[in-house]
């Protein structure tokens, strides 16, 4: 997803059925250029979920649909002027389904008698960073060289000695 800059989309639009489809494309575009592209579906259909009840129920078919995005939540609004429509006559499927695909939605009325009735979905922003830091590869100032001669013990023998003085080494017997 894309960085967390907050993103507006407005859109006007007049309801019919063959418009349903075009806003649905319009909206899924944005929410993919804005890189929330597993937000296209719950969004599109609960749009659509509320234009459909708008083109069969109201009288005035001029809808205003508006998108915000601040990084951690996308809330989606549908606006239309219908009077005699309230959300508690919608039909109980629009309503239940926004409920169900959505982390919260909720109505409010307008100052010219219409109604708003809006969404929000949880999204991250970002690509999500790795858990484990990856170790830097050694760089040829940063090596050293390997001792060139083992610690000796106490109960060391000639031999053994000699070994790990050049570096080599050899099993040490067990005393007898």
């Avoid at 800059?5 to 349903?20: F, G, K, N, T």
């Avoid at 575009?29 to 659509?48: G, K, M, N, S, T």
């Avoid at 005699?84 to 307008?110: E, F, M, V």
Wanted: aromatic content about 6%.
């Amino acid at each position: 997803m894309k960085t967390a800059a907050p993103c507006y989309y407005h859109l006007d639009v007049e309801v019919s059925p063959e418009r349903i489809g075009h806003v649905r494309r319009i909206l899924a575009a944005h929410l993919r250029y804005w890189d929330l592209e597993i937000l296209v579906e719950p969004v599109c259909q609960c749009a659509e979920a509320l234009l459909r009840t708008i083109d069969a129920h109201a009288a005035d078919k001029n809808t205003t649909i508006e998108m915000w995005w601040n990084g951690h939540h996308l809330i989606t609004a549908v606006q239309d002027s219908e009077r005699d429509i309230r959300p508690h006559y919608a039909p109980s499927g629009c309503l239940a389904q926004i409920a169900a695909l959505s982390n919260g939605w909720g109505c409010c009325a307008t100052d010219a008698g219409g109604k708003i009735i809006w969404f929000s979905q949880r999204a991250r922003a970002g690509d999500p960073a790795a858990l484990v830091p990856v170790a830097p590869a050694p760089s040829l100032r940063e090596t050293r060289p390997l001792p060139r001669a083992l610690p000796l013990t106490a109960d060391a023998t000639g031999r053994e000695r000699e070994a790990a003085r050049d570096g080599r080494r050899e099993p040490v017997a067990a005393p007898a």
